[in-house]
């Protein structure tokens, strides 16, 4: 479970500290020793809960595990707290680290209370599991290798399973299926034509299934289709627009003979819900469409279904005995390996029926800690594999709906009654704090992981908050927050306060209105941020200041008014991932000299490549590199071959994607492409945008490569185009605009 991953981790940094610093306060080296100790069996501990059989776990084991996971947490606070405070600053000469030493005494010596503070806790909780004479075999516990459902039968306790076609089959409801589409059909035909046809039931009875399996066997009678959920706390002033924009985002391309041709709906941006409504209204005109709209669950019936449908997760809290559905969604938890159940619990702080993108969700993962090292691969990798196994086990649901750069954007969603499942775990063992809706009357003794969802009645404070207690209230220290997620709330201060939250690893503040360049300013004072994301907003500046973000892994500025960003940003060299796109010029930001310092970069995009040679190289000593998408605003030559050379070099390249930034029809930039002396073999996405003398003859040889997409303003040879094409072995989709 996750508290098993946050142990795990704990253990790994008390052990780099104890070697060095934490010895020169005198007398507490012993107690860490000891407080290693106590933590290593405490992860064992807790492993052997998250491999517990379900309901052999009596109330006061959990109570134990509550009081080990947060000893946990708090003793990884700690560690925190003292590499901000005391730890001396790398580079320091002797005289810095004598009179840092000395103006950090009192720190040290409450850092040292702390730890015997911490170690007493250890002690107590170990004397209060003996007192009570809880033993393993009260656990339940069981190795490895217990019997595990196989995956078809996980399939079809879930309803679901593939067919040779490779799209899901549906189980249970194919008379259901027919019907519906008899009558679509049916329909069309008419002179009378019925506009809705509504599938109404209850969470988890198979709507959307339904709904989705007739979409796919009418794709030839209904070629324009949008598939859009919307959830129960639907506001039209504020997500009218979202959905409207999802819609045209569908339809805006048909897709024929695998080649996704030129629309005519033109972009969204800075429309209004009416604006949105009428161009989606006039690009639709004498064409038939089908479309969906998934949420609204038991609209037409009584009451008493909408109170069975949001009283399941608190049933689920007070009866564990809850048989039927909980049940069946249960059994496929409980049968996860330790390491992936935290993973699969992280879904409960996002709202319901909310797709989260692949690399969003794998990059949260590795910045919470949820992802363990193995030897051979990074963290990425193991992140993937974590991801792969819970597609495999049909824990998630993958949503084609995003487009990016016209090809479809991985993202992923759980399922209504799944989530419930999860909320439920996720409270229980205070893995997750959620705010706003329906969970604004819930209170907490101690928040790790915050979660916002719409508006918040009453006030947050950086350090404390208000719970209700009997009609009373308790302040509660908000100062351990270590994760801070918001999805579009409205009205709440909490982000003026943003520099107090010390300990925050994770701001994912993605597309929240209201979200200014101040906040940009208090989120560089967070020293711990391993993970920041202003996507989809509107500051306009990142200061020089992100240079203090100095264990940052993820910086996500896409969709922004950000122009550029400080040269200071090649002192993050933990730096791995940074997404840039302005979202009105639609421009990247240009690549600095120094961005070779910044070893740790995996994928970068926007950027743009103008008159530095030096900067072209520095691309080339960008050893982990794997994705890169390039605006090219440049003619020169010698700038064009070094940047040649430099993609040769980088064989570690997964996903390329390169655009003639210069809009020249005389000078045709992408043509130096044709000079790579040895292309990256490993490339599975290829994208160039401009005009070129035909596709370099390389491109054939690329035996990885799934997805290809070329777009130009001029005309193309098409013989030639295929002549290379027809040698992909893999090629998946192929996107072309002309």
């Given at each position: 479970?996750?508290?098993?991953?946050?142990?795990?981790?704990?253990?790994?940094?008390?052990?780099?500290?104890?070697?060095t610093e934490?010895?020169?306060?005198?007398?507490?080296?012993?107690?860490?020793?000891?407080l290693?100790?106590?933590?290593?069996?405490?992860?064992?501990?807790?492993?052997?809960?998250?491999?517990?059989?379900?309901?052999?776990?009596?109330?006061?084991?959990?109570?134990?595990?509550?009081?080990?996971?947060?000893?946990?947490?708090?003793?990884?606070?700690?560690?925190?707290?003292?590499?901000?405070r005391?730890?001396?600053?790398?580079?320091?000469?002797?005289?810095?680290?004598?009179?840092?030493?000395?103006?950090?005494?009192?720190?040290?010596?409450?850092?040292?209370?702390?730890?015997?503070?911490?170690?007493?806790?250890?002690?107590?909780?170990?004397?209060?599991?003996?007192?009570?004479?809880?033993?393993?075999?009260?656990?339940g516990?069981?190795?490895?290798?217990?019997?595990?459902?196989?995956?078809?039968?996980?399939?079809?306790?879930?309803g679901?399973?593939?067919?040779?076609?490779?799209?899901?089959?549906?189980?249970?409801?194919?008379?259901?299926?027919?019907?519906?589409?008899?009558?679509?059909?049916?329909s069309?035909?008419?002179?009378?034509?019925?506009?809705v046809?509504?599938?109404?039931?209850?969470?988890?009875?198979?709507?959307?299934?339904?709904?989705?399996?007739?979409?796919?066997?009418?794709?030839?009678?209904?070629?324009?289709?949008?598939?859009?959920?919307?959830?129960?706390?639907?506001?039209?002033?504020?997500d009218?627009?979202?959905?409207l924009?999802?819609?045209?985002?569908?339809?805006?391309?048909?897709?024929?003979?695998?080649?996704?041709?030129?629309?005519?709906?033109?972009?969204?941006?800075?429309?209004?819900?009416?604006?949105?409504?009428?161009?989606?209204?006039?690009?639709?005109?004498?064409?038939?469409?089908?479309?969906?709209?998934?949420?609204?669950?038991?609209?037409?019936?009584?009451?008493?279904?909408?109170?069975?449908?949001?009283?399941?997760?608190?049933?689920?809290?007070?009866?564990?005995?809850?048989?039927?559905?909980?049940?069946?969604?249960?059994?496929?938890?409980?049968?996860l390996?330790?390491?992936?159940?935290?993973?699969?619990?992280?879904?409960?702080?996002?709202?319901?029926?909310?797709?989260?993108?692949?690399?969003?969700?794998?990059?949260?993962?590795?910045?919470?800690?949820l992802?363990?090292?193995?030897?051979?691969?990074?963290?990425?990798?193991?992140?993937?594999?974590?991801?792969?196994?819970?597609?495999?086990?049909n824990?998630?649901?993958?949503?084609?709906?995003?487009?990016?750069?016209?090809?479809?954007?991985?993202s992923?969603?759980?399922?209504?009654?799944?989530?419930?499942?999860?909320?439920?775990?996720?409270l229980?063992?205070?893995?997750?704090?959620?705010?706003?809706?329906?969970?604004?009357?819930?209170?907490?003794?101690?928040?790790?992981?915050?979660?916002?969802?719409?508006?918040?009645?009453?006030?947050?404070?950086?350090?404390?908050?208000?719970?209700?207690?009997?009609?009373?209230a308790e302040?509660?220290?908000?100062?351990?927050?270590?994760?801070?997620?918001?999805?579009?709330?409205?009205?709440?201060?909490?982000?003026?306060?943003?520099?107090?939250?010390?300990?925050?690893?994770?701001?994912?503040?993605?597309?929240c209105?209201?979200?200014?360049?101040?906040?940009?300013?208090?989120?560089?004072?967070?020293?711990?941020?391993?993970y920041?994301?202003?996507?989809?907003?509107?500051?306009?500046v990142?200061?020089?200041?992100?240079?203090?973000?100095?264990?940052?892994?993820?910086?996500?500025?896409?969709?922004t008014?950000?122009?550029?960003?400080?040269k200071?940003?090649?002192?993050?060299?933990?730096?791995?991932?940074?997404?840039?796109?302005?979202?009105?010029?639609?421009?990247?930001?240009?690549?600095?000299?120094?961005?070779s310092?910044?070893?740790?970069?995996?994928?970068?995009?926007?950027?743009?490549?103008?008159?530095?040679?030096?900067?072209?190289?520095?691309?080339?000593?960008?050893?982990?590199?794997?994705?890169?998408?390039?605006?090219?605003?440049?003619?020169?030559?010698?700038?064009?071959?070094?940047?040649?050379?430099?993609?040769?070099k980088?064989?570690?390249l997964?996903h390329?994607?390169?655009?003639?930034?210069?809009?020249?029809?005389?000078?045709?930039?992408?043509?130096?492409?044709?000079?790579?002396?040895?292309?990256?073999?490993?490339?599975?996405?290829?994208?160039?945008?401009?005009?070129?003398?035909?596709?370099?003859?390389?491109?054939?040889?690329?035996?990885?490569?799934t997805?290809?997409?070329?777009?130009?303003?001029?005309?193309?040879?098409?013989?030639?185009?295929?002549?290379?094409?027809?040698?992909?072995?893999?090629?998946?989709?192929?996107?072309?605009?002309?």
């Amino acid at each position: 479970m996750e508290g098993s991953s946050a142990a795990q981790n704990l253990l790994s940094n008390v052990g780099q500290l104890l070697a060095t610093e934490y010895q020169q306060l005198s007398g507490i080296g012993g107690e860490v020793a000891e407080l290693r100790d106590d933590l290593a069996a405490m992860n064992a501990l807790l492993l052997m809960q998250s491999e517990a059989k379900d309901g052999v776990v009596d109330p006061f084991i959990k109570e134990i595990m509550k009081q080990v996971r947060e000893l946990a947490y708090d003793s990884e606070d700690r560690i925190d707290l003292y590499r901000l405070r005391i730890k001396c600053r790398p580079g320091d000469g002797v005289f810095a680290r004598v009179k840092h030493l000395l103006r950090t005494l009192s720190s040290r010596r409450n850092l040292a209370e702390d730890i015997r503070a911490l170690r007493a806790r250890a002690i107590a909780i170990s004397e209060r599991h003996a007192r009570y004479g809880v033993n393993r075999e009260a656990l339940g516990w069981f190795p490895a290798s217990a019997p595990m459902l196989t995956a078809s039968a996980r399939a079809q306790l879930l309803g679901r399973a593939n067919d040779d076609a490779g799209h899901r089959q549906i189980v249970g409801m194919e008379d259901q299926v027919d019907d519906l589409v008899k009558r679509l059909k049916a329909s069309a035909g008419a002179e009378r034509r019925r506009k809705v046809f509504s599938i109404v039931g209850f969470g988890g009875v198979g709507k959307t299934t339904l709904a989705k399996e007739v979409c796919r066997l009418l794709e030839a009678d209904f070629p324009y289709q949008a598939f859009v959920s919307v959830s129960q706390a639907f506001e039209p002033t504020r997500d009218l627009k979202g959905l409207l924009k999802r819609v045209l985002e569908q339809i805006v391309k048909s897709k024929e003979k695998g080649i996704v041709e030129e629309a005519s709906l033109g972009g969204t941006d800075g429309l209004d819900h009416h604006q949105l409504a009428k161009k989606l209204d006039e690009g639709l005109k004498d064409k038939s469409i089908a479309s969906v709209l998934i949420g609204f669950k038991s609209t037409g019936h009584t009451d008493k279904w909408e109170t069975i449908c949001k009283s399941i997760g608190s049933q689920m809290e007070s009866n564990p005995t809850l048989e039927g559905m909980r049940q069946i969604v249960t059994l496929s938890f409980n049968h996860l390996p330790h390491e992936l159940k935290g993973c699969m619990m992280y879904f409960s702080i996002f709202p319901e029926d909310y797709a989260i993108s692949k690399d969003r969700l794998l990059h949260r993962w590795i910045a919470e800690g949820l992802v363990l090292e193995k030897r051979g691969l990074t963290m990425i990798e193991v992140a993937e594999s974590y991801l792969d196994e819970l597609l495999s086990r049909n824990m998630l649901e993958e949503d084609r709906t995003g487009l990016l750069e016209d090809l479809f954007v991985p993202s992923y969603r759980v399922h209504d009654m799944l989530l419930e499942v999860m909320v439920s775990r996720s409270l229980e063992a205070n893995f997750v704090s959620l705010q706003g809706g329906s969970y604004d009357q819930l209170s907490y003794d101690r928040i790790r992981r915050l979660s916002i969802h719409g508006s918040v009645d009453g006030l947050y404070s950086p350090t404390k908050t208000k719970k209700a207690i009997r009609g009373g209230a308790e302040e509660v220290n908000m100062q351990h927050v270590r994760s801070l997620s918001m999805f579009q709330p409205k009205g709440i201060k909490l982000l003026n306060q943003l520099g107090k939250f010390t300990l925050l690893r994770v701001l994912d503040l993605e597309n929240c209105e209201g979200v200014t360049n101040k906040h940009v300013r208090y989120a560089c004072q967070l020293n711990l941020l391993k993970y920041l994301s202003f996507r989809d907003t509107n500051i306009s500046v990142v200061p020089p200041q992100v240079e203090n973000l100095e264990h940052l892994q993820t910086l996500d500025v896409t969709y922004t008014l950000v122009d550029d960003l400080p040269k200071t940003i090649t002192k993050l060299e933990r730096l791995e991932t940074l997404n840039f796109l302005q979202k009105v010029k639609n421009s990247g930001w240009t690549l600095p000299q120094g961005i070779s310092n910044v070893k740790a970069l995996r994928d970068l995009g926007w950027v743009c490549l103008r008159d530095d040679i030096e900067v072209a190289r520095e691309v080339g000593e960008l050893e982990q590199l794997q994705e890169l998408y390039c605006k090219i605003h440049t003619n020169r030559t010698n700038v064009l071959q070094q940047l040649a050379l430099s993609l040769s070099k980088r064989y570690s390249l997964r996903h390329l994607m390169i655009e003639d930034g210069t809009k020249s029809e005389l000078n045709k930039v992408l043509n130096f492409l044709h000079d790579l002396p040895t292309p990256p073999q490993l490339l599975r996405f290829l994208g160039i945008r401009g005009l070129m003398d035909g596709l370099p003859r390389w491109v054939g040889s690329l035996a990885y490569l799934t997805d290809f997409m070329y777009e130009c303003s001029g005309s193309i040879d098409v013989n030639h185009l295929f002549g290379v094409l027809y040698q992909l072995p893999n090629l998946k989709t192929l996107c072309v605009k002309c």
